[in-house]
């Protein structure tokens, strides 16, 4: 059942209810609960409707400039990147899975330029680093999933305050300043939450699927995916072990369409994980089901997904050209192009397809410095052009 609960002017945020699942115990604070408004919609009775999609032919990256970052005394060392973002004055942000920072980079002339927080429980700290965005003022924000936090800063990297959310797994500000956070409910069911940014209130709350996904959802909540497409104020969500993408009006809250082709190699997601309490560690070593890698949205108009599939190393994707008033064009990656990423998208011998973005009508790919010289670079960027070859 996909459910929009909006909710009147919150208070500050305090824990409410605490859960008791599969023998661990979760605390959800939850802001703003008095007086809210529920609205349903049964997905059974009143189908989203979805959109038309044809198969226009095959997208080529053609590589345009490979800009290595050196390493000196000033700049940070990376042990992988996890997230990389691209800000409006066109530097570098990413975040470093292993040593859980979050850095800037003038990636032009090699220059580091800060970095936001650092590891700890106190003021400005933060457990994780997952990704960061900026909103209309210049602030920046930071998701500390391990740590269940926000925290905020001004454009200098100084720490001006944080709210708790727990069972997020990705964030962005708005275009209207407010800020969106895809979590993990209590129910253990993905919501996509829209929060206020001068009280942290919740204004609403979607859900985004009509099963219950607990074991994948709460312990692979990081390859559920979530696009903002600022130009239409609208949200692109991709779920675990699903391939059709959902539109969602950022200002009311809606789910309005979904689309998607189904992949060459996609494999569902068994039942036993429907239901609390069910799958176990085993299981996920043994994975049987595809889960999606990654999901870009370029120039608002190119949106680029890719999957891991249970059955071959090979990451998959898939190209949609939006179109807001008919029908969808859909193009797979051109060959030469697909063999180049999952080449370089190999991180320990397993596909790795997170460290991708788009910006100024480019893509941009982070590469891991090879071993031979990972003592002089800390990685590389890649910048593509983004050609279509139609039928």
């Not at 999933?145 to 305050?161: M, W």
């Not at 797994?169 to 895809?182: D, N, P, V, W």
């Not at 949106?303 to 193009?331: A, D, Q, R």
């Not at 460290?355 to 480019?362: G, K, L, P, W």
Request: proline share 5%; glycine share 8%; hydrophobic share 35%.
């Amino acid at each position: 059942m996909i459910r929009v609960r909006a909710y009147n002017n919150s208070s500050s945020i305090s824990p409410v209810r605490v859960f008791l699942i599969a023998g661990a115990l979760m605390v959800s604070i939850i802001a703003g609960c008095g007086g809210d408004r529920v609205l349903e919609g049964n997905p059974d009775e009143e189908p989203i409707p979805e959109r038309p999609l044809r198969y226009a032919g095959k997208v080529v990256l053609e590589l345009r400039e490979t800009i290595e970052l050196v390493s000196d005394k000033d700049m940070p060392e990376i042990g992988r990147v996890d997230w990389m973002g691209i800000s409006p004055e066109g530097t570098l942000l990413v975040t470093d899975f292993e040593s859980h920072q979050a850095h800037e980079i003038n990636y032009r002339d090699n220059r580091y330029i800060r970095s936001f927080g650092r590891t700890g429980r106190g003021p400005g700290e933060h457990l994780s680093a997952d990704n960061l965005s900026i909103d209309p003022k210049g602030r920046v924000y930071l998701l500390d999933g391990r740590g269940g936090q926000i925290l905020r800063y001004d454009r200098t990297g100084r720490f001006l305050d944080r709210t708790q959310s727990i069972g997020v797994t990705k964030m962005h500000a708005g275009r209207e300043g407010e800020i969106f956070s895809l979590r993990v409910n209590p129910s253990l069911i993905m919501e996509l939450q829209r929060r206020d940014p001068a009280t942290w209130g919740v204004l609403s709350s979607t859900s985004l699927s009509d099963l219950n996904q607990s074991f994948v959802s709460f312990r692979e909540r990081k390859f559920a995916r979530l696009c903002y497409n600022a130009s239409l104020q609208v949200f692109y969500y991709l779920g675990p072990s699903d391939y059709m993408v959902k539109e969602i009006d950022a200002v009311t809250g809606e789910v309005t369409a979904k689309f998607g082709r189904r992949p060459k190699g996609f494999v569902a997601l068994p039942d036993r994980y429907h239901d609390i309490g069910r799958g176990t560690a085993d299981d996920l070593k043994q994975r049987e089901f595809t889960l999606v890698g990654s999901m870009t949205l370029l120039e608002a108009r190119y949106l680029f997904v890719s999957y891991n599939h249970p059955t071959s190393p090979e990451i998959e994707w898939v190209v949609y050209i939006i179109n807001p008033s008919g029908t969808f064009e859909v193009f797979d990656l051109d060959d030469v192009t697909s063999g180049r990423l999952q080449l370089y998208s190999e991180y320990g011998g397993v596909p790795w397809a997170e460290a991708i973005t788009a910006a100024q009508a480019s893509i941009y790919i982070w590469r891991p410095p090879r071993r031979a010289i990972a003592d002089k670079y800390i990685g590389t960027i890649e910048k593509y052009a983004v050609m279509l070859d139609r039928n």
